[in-house]
């Protein structure tokens, strides 16, 4: 048995610790991002899935994380957020005097800029107290490039020095865009006006929220949708390029992970115009939204394989979602084997899988103490089910819920 088939042996029976990269895509991207071939040779991924070359990188690869969905209904809110008075954006066109998309985005990307801007400043004023107050010389010893530059690494004596700052909810931001280009300006069902006023009530409409729910989303193969999550990735690495290097020397470069922050950002945010109501949980990395993907997992593959991910010099992370009975015996180990052979063969990154049994997490969350060693993959990492906080139990049950809908 090859390595590949064995590694497909243990998933599919439930092994959930491991993630799998693909070296073609991260090699193109860190040579792509400023390091020497035979340096991103030599990577690893540090933190959950960030791509490092080892003994050679001071990369602050989780300088932040960026709830991406905010800037939208700032966009739509005239740069206040939804029920406040206080403006904490920038002051942007009026939803009455929007006319088309290019309307809309204008002033997304103008919330966009101004908010990064903002975090990119408050991030150079740590970088500055760290190399004054907290250098690291014994981390410096141990890098590359430091003692012949006589610089700490906090001064920007490594070899690399990037700052990965991560762009949360890509996707529920391109949904909720695809749901504003669908239904107020091609279909004309309602006006820019009335759904945010909609929004600001949390969508109580329900009529209105299934027809935003029903329309095309990212993870079904479907390029109107599709290329809206697209969007939103590439405009938010070219505004992070635009705001220069941090204060080592080094790019600040996107991440497409979340952790928890999907999460928690989620419940913080308003309602917005793909159906999503105030407080849900955002799509985790740059997996569909959950109970959105609904033509099975080659169809997620699919819009997936379309982004670009070498725009993502500080990695991804990709959840796929399994029931065990989808890959129980020699055909179904031999199904996923090729999904994940063509995923990385047309450009993936990162993937990680879950296979379990939506009725053992129902009983886990009910009684923890039947299952202590249960195993999930939550945003690059694994944690025992039990560690988690119970509305991240309640997301990762939504996760394999969809897997039943849409196995194989």
């Not at 070296?23 to 490092?52: F, Q, W």
């Not at 998309?101 to 966009?112: G, N, P, S």
Request: glycine residues 10%.
């Amino acid at each position: 048995m090859c390595i590949r088939d064995r590694i497909c042996a243990v998933l599919s029976t439930g092994s959930n610790s491991p993630a799998l990269y693909g070296d073609e895509t991260i090699i193109r991207t860190m040579t792509g991002n400023g390091y020497r071939l035979e340096d991103a040779r030599d990577y690893t991924a540090v933190g959950c899935v960030e791509p490092v070359c080892q003994g050679k990188s001071f990369s602050s690869t989780d300088a932040a994380i960026f709830n991406v969905p905010l800037m939208l209904e700032m966009a739509l809110n005239g740069g206040r957020r939804f029920g406040r008075v206080l403006r904490s954006g920038a002051g942007t066109m009026s939803v009455k005097k929007m006319k088309s998309m290019d309307d809309l985005t204008a002033a997304f990307e103008i919330q966009l800029k101004t908010m990064l801007e903002r975090l990119v400043r408050d991030l150079q004023a740590v970088e500055t107290a760290n190399r004054k107050y907290h250098p690291t010389p014994l981390t410096s010893m141990l890098l590359d490039g430091c003692l012949e530059r006589g610089a700490c690494s906090t001064a920007g004596g490594a070899r690399y020095n990037f700052s990965g700052i991560q762009c949360v909810a890509p996707v529920d931001t391109g949904d909720a865009l695809r749901a504003v280009e669908k239904a107020v300006f091609q279909d004309r069902t309602t006006g820019l006006p009335a759904l945010v006023a909609a929004l600001r009530k949390n969508l109580p409409d329900e009529r209105l929220r299934a027809q935003l729910r029903g329309i095309e989303k990212f993870g079904n193969d479907c390029a109107e949708a599709d290329r809206w999550t697209k969007y939103v990735i590439k405009t938010f690495a070219r505004t992070l390029a635009s705001l220069g290097n941090n204060t080592r020397g080094g790019a600040y470069v996107e991440g497409l992970y979340s952790v928890t922050a999907h999460e928690y950002f989620g419940r913080i945010t308003g309602a917005l115009p793909h159906g999503r109501r105030r407080g849900e949980p955002f799509a985790s990395g740059i997996s569909p939204a959950s109970g959105m993907d609904r033509k099975g997992p080659t169809a997620v593959l699919n819009s997936v394989n379309g982004l670009d991910h070498t725009t993502a010099a500080n990695g991804i992370n990709f959840n796929l979602k399994f029931t065990p009975h989808t890959l129980r015996g020699e055909e179904g180990r031999r199904a996923l084997g090729v999904l994940i052979e063509t995923y990385f063969r047309r450009g993936g990154m990162q993937v990680q899988i879950n296979v379990l049994d939506p009725a053992v997490l129902l009983e886990a969350r009910g009684d923890p103490s039947r299952y202590p060693h249960l195993l999930v993959r939550v945003s690059g990492y694994s944690a025992y089910f039990n560690d988690l906080t119970p509305a991240m139990k309640d997301e990762i049950i939504r996760r394999s819920e969809l897997a039943i809908a849409s196995s194989m």
